[in-house]
């Protein structure tokens, strides 16, 4: 299986960073994305990690070890509206989602 | 790009009837389409797959006979939920992605409840 692991709640202040760290299964790997899912609403597409490093796109970072089976998203200058689920599902035929990081940004 | 939308965002049905929910990519053609189903706080759990023009492949659990999929083009999916009941009430969820990437790219959902 692909054995994802992550912290189910984190909680965070408005203007921080927060990290949320991802482990998984590395046989047979390829890539690993990140979601972001609302309350009620579909996932959305954040970024996707095929080689070791970190990316950035605007507030959001994500890293990835491929050898170490390890993967972070990084938040910064957090605002109300990242209080959600962040999934980190890796690929595959399909993605297994797992319940996610729930965070909550607190004023 | 990469926009994937759903019809009907929400639907309420008696016991008994059925209901079809469209999945559409509007600007890439989908290869692949993924339907999904959660239930409150709980995970996004995967239904089936389909790809354009084959039949659909079920995850163990699914009868395929009460969730028909029909993926008849590049750019639409159909689910239907067939002599639907109140424990089939959930958020289903459907993707599409290119032959050429692994990124899936997510309808806004449908909300079904059957009453």
């Known amino acids: 299986g692909q054995n994802i692991d992550q912290p189910t709640e984190m909680t965070a202040t408005e203007g921080a960073i927060v990290q949320i760290n991802c482990t998984y299964q590395?046989?047979?790997?390829?890539?690993l994305f990140w979601y972001q899912q609302h309350a009620g609403e579909a996932p959305t597409f954040l970024s996707y990690n095929v080689l070791d490093g970190l990316e950035e796109k605007g507030r959001f970072s994500s890293f990835l070890s491929r050898s170490k089976g390890y993967s972070y998203l990084l938040l910064k200058e957090l605002q109300m509206k990242d209080s959600a689920s962040y999934l980190c599902p890796r690929t595959g035929y399909a993605l297994n989602f797992g319940k996610g990081t729930s965070l909550l940004v607190t004023p | 790009g990469a926009v994937v939308s759903q019809h009907p965002s929400r639907v309420i049905c008696k016991s008994g009837t059925s209901v079809k929910i469209e999945c559409r990519s509007l600007d890439f053609q989908a290869t692949t389409m993924f339907w999904y189903r959660q239930f409150p706080k709980q995970s996004l759990m995967l239904m089936a797959t389909s790809n354009e023009g084959s039949k659909a492949t079920y995850e163990q659990g699914v009868e395929k006979d009460k969730f028909l999929i029909n993926h008849a083009s590049l750019t639409l999916s159909t689910l239907t939920v067939t002599s639907a009941h109140p424990e089939d009430s959930s958020f289903y969820i459907c993707s599409a992605r290119t032959h050429d990437t692994d990124t899936q790219y997510f309808g806004p959902g449908t909300r079904l409840t059957v009453l």
């Open positions: 590395t046989s047979g790997f390829n890539g």
